[in-house]
């Protein structure tokens, strides 16, 4: 990969003085740039510092499998944005109160695990939107709106928030191509572990029913304009993915990364 195919490392200064993203993140990926991040489940502001600062293009904080709760992304926002990286934020559900108070805290992208149709698809892309164009609660007092002090956001007519939706069920594949037609959907982002579980190939990424999904998904992602996107468990995965059209790709966690070092450093040291 080349840099210019992986998208431009930051300067190191945060964008605008501030933490919040404006919408950049959203329109590098409808330009056709790679991305790439990594999830943080650790619950803790300097590891989001360290992924930003070691040239993350996003951060990815995890509510699902996390160990945190809501003040993870509060803290993870400024940590990231100190570095000009915005943070993309797994809610829990796809529940109009978990989106908004995420969005409130300035997330500049939301990803909804675990929706299968393109009605709920939808549906959790509204909560993302202002009104009249969804139903997201509208206040100014919060990050996103810098306190009061910008209520631009509230009458922007073109969304900011990346909406990513999570493809791991038979049902989200089977209406992929649906699901990737919705406005405000901007990346169909594959759970390995969830699909190749549904697929009856457990664990078994190289298998052909594995591989067949990914081509699937990437197909429909190309077909309606978005990006693909998918979690790999190093550089040489991630790597592999964006050859096979994936735009928007994780690298590990924090956790997982942190524990593959020591067990490896500890390996080396005793053999």
Known sequence: ???????????????????????????????????????????????????????????????????????????????????????????????????????????????????????????????????????????????SCRWGMDRAPLSADQQSTVGIIQIETLDALEHVEEIAAQDGVDVLFVGPMDMSFALGVPMQLESNPFQEALQRVVAAAQLHNKAAGILAVDGMAAAKYVRQGFRFVAIGSDSTIMAAAFRDAFDTVRN
Request: glycine content about 18%; some cysteine.
């Open 1 to 143: 990969m080349s840099g210019s195919a992986v998208g431009r490392k930051r300067d190191g200064g945060p964008r605008d003085g501030g933490p919040l993203d404006g919408g950049e993140l959203r329109r590098r990926l409808a330009a056709g740039e790679v991305t790439v991040g990594t999830f943080v489940g650790m619950a803790s502001a300097t590891a989001v510092e360290v992924c930003a600062a070691a040239g993350a293009d996003w951060v990815l904080i995890d509510l699902e499998h996390g160990s945190g709760g809501e003040d993870a992304v509060r803290d993870g926002v400024l940590a990231a944005g100190s570095y000009g990286v915005p943070t993309i934020v797994r809610v829990e559900s796809g529940e109009r109160i978990r989106i908004g108070r995420v969005l409130d805290q300035g997330a500049a992208g939301i990803m909804v695990p675990r929706l299968n149709t393109v009605e709920e698809a939808g549906q959790t892309v509204s909560h993302m939107l202002y009104p009249p164009y969804g139903d997201r609660g509208v206040a100014t007092y919060n990050r």
